[in-house]
C-alpha cells in the first residue's frame, strides 16, 4: 500500500531516531538540561551516567574498526557476481541513491555520490550486455513541497555514459526501496532482474524485489568494508581513534539492519 505523504514524513521522522549522531544529541541535551537545574545528589548521578553514555556512543559508532566490522558482516551477504552470458536478465534495475537539489549556489540538480556510482555501475553492466534494458528508479522524496524525480537526473547521466535513450526505462514513482519493488515489478512483470545498488543495501533490496515475485539477482557496488570480518590484516590504533566517516559507516550499518527487521515486522520480507 502507498504511504500517505502525512506517513511518509512521520516515516522518515522516526528514522532519526535510529541513527547515533540522534542519540548524542538527545543526551548531550538532557546533560544540559540536567546541568542548569539545581544541583543534587541524584542529578549529579544521571549527568556522569549520561556523560558517560555520550562518550560510549561517540567511541563504539565512531569506531572504524566496529564500523567495518558492523556494515562487513551486511556485504559478504552482497559480493559481486560474475557473469558469462550476457543477456541474461530482462533488466538491469538501478536503485537511486538520493540527489541534491539546485539552489542560489548549486547551478543544477545533481545525484549523491552513491546515486552517481549506482548509475555509473549499471550503464557499465548495460555496455558489457548484461541486459539490452536499463530502468531507472526513484521519484520525488521531498516531504515538504516538491523537487527533483531522481530517477530522471539518473536518466541524464546515464544517456552521458551512452546508454540509448530507447534502452532507458523511468520509474519516477516510488520514494522508498519496498516502492521501488513494487513499481518495478508494475512496469516489467515477473521479469527476471538485475538488481544494481550499494553492496549493505543488497539483502534488503533483493528480499524486498524476491517478495514482489521478481526473479532477482543483486549486482552491489560501493562497498565500505575492505574485508571480510576477520580477514582484515594488522591493526593500528588509528583503527580505534573515533572518526566522522566511521560514525556515517555506524549508521548506514545500522539503518540497513534496522530497515530488514522493520519490513520484515511488516509482512514485506
Known amino acids: 500500500m502507498e504511504m500517505s505523504p502525512f506517513v511518509f514524513g512521520l516515516y522518515k521522522l522516526v528514522k532519526f531516531l535510529i541513527y547515533p549522531y540522534t542519540w548524542l544529541t538527545l543526551i548531550l541535551g538532557a546533560i544540559a538540561v540536567l546541568a542548569f537545574l539545581p544541583l543534587s545528589p541524584h542529578r549529579l548521578r544521571w549527568i556522569r551516567v549520561s556523560a558517560l553514555g555520550a562518550c560510549l556512543v561517540v567511541f563504539i559508532v565512531g569506531n572504524p574498526l566496529v564500523a567495518s566490522t558492523m556494515v562487513g558482516l551486511i556485504e559478504e551477504r552482497a559480493r559481486a557476481l560474475e557473469f558469462s552470458t550476457p543477456g541474461h536478465f530482462d533488466a538491469i534495475v538501478v536503485l537511486g ?6 539552489g542560489t549556489l548549486r547551478p543544477t540538480t545533481e545525484l549523491t555520490q552513491s546515486g552517481m556510482q549506482r548509475t555509473i555501475c549499471g550503464a557499465n553492466l548495460f555496455a558489457q550486455g548484461m541486459s539490452p534494458r536499463l530502468v531507472l528508479t526513484g521519484g520525488d522524496a521531498s516531504i ?3 523537487g527533483p524525480k531522481e530517477s530522471l537526473i539518473m536518466k541524464r547521466l546515464a544517456r552521458r555514459l551512452g546508454v540509448p535513450d530507447g534502452a532507458i526505462a523511468v520509474e519516477s514513482s516510488s520514494r522508498t526501496t519496498y516502492e521501488n519493488a513494487v513499481e518495478t515489478e508494475r512496469l516489467l512483470g515477473k521479469a527476471s532482474v538485475l538488481v544494481v545498488t550499494s553492496a549493505s543495501h543488497i539483502p534488503r533490496a533483493l528480499a524486498l524485489f524476491r517478495k514482489q ?7 552491489p557496488c560501493g562497498f565500505k568494508a575492505k574485508d571480510r570480518p576477520g580477514d582484515a590484516g594488522e591493526m593500528t590504533p588509528f583503527d580505534f581513534i573515533p572518526t566522522l566517516g566511521a560514525l556515517q559507516v555506524s549508521t548506514q550499518a545500522i539503518n540497513e539492519l534496522v530497515g530488514i527487521v522493520a519490513y520484515w515486522t511488516a509482512g514485506k520480507l
Not at 97 to 102: D, T, W
Open 97 to 102: 541513491g538520493g540527489v541534491k537539489a539546485q
Open 144 to 146: 515538504f513541497g516538491s
Open 213 to 219: 515475485g521478481l526473479n532477482a539477482e543483486g549486482y
